[in-house]
């Protein structure tokens, strides 16, 4: 069964949920949104902060730790965006790391949007 869980981000209109667990897996796509809907597409350590913020927010809402996290994907679209972002990723992670694969994208769905992850969690409630 699938639940979806209540991140504090408000719908965006479109068809899809910011965090949902299924079978204690949680799943989640975050990039630099502010509550109120808006995007930041300001520096890159900006975006990279309020993206594992809300990503961090995600797992907590679930009930879990980043800790709990298990595998990153990051998409940016500069790939020298790698160092900055791994300085944030920093903040938020400690070792042992989950599992991460980085990529560089063409675009992401907001002009001047620089960065966007997936995660995923063992996150039993």
Not at 18 to 24: D, E, H, L, M, T
Not at 25 to 31: H, K, P, R
């Amino acid at each position: 069964m699938k639940e979806v869980i209540d991140v504090g981000l408000p719908d965006v209109g479109q068809p899809f949920s910011w965090a949902v667990r299924s079978g204690g897996i949680l799943f989640t796509s975050q990039g630099p949104v502010r509550k109120d809907g808006s995007i930041d597409t300001g520096p890159i350590e900006d975006q990279a902060r309020l993206t594992f913020r809300n990503l961090q927010s995600a797992v907590e809402a679930a009930g879990g730790t980043l800790d709990d996290v298990t595998q990153v994907l990051i998409y940016m679209t500069d790939v020298q965006d790698m160092k900055a972002i791994d300085t944030v990723y920093r903040e938020f992670f400690t070792a042992p790391y989950p599992s991460r694969s980085s990529a560089a994208v063409a675009a992401l769905v907001v002009p001047g949007m620089k960065v966007e992850i997936v995660a995923f969690g063992v996150v039993n409630k």
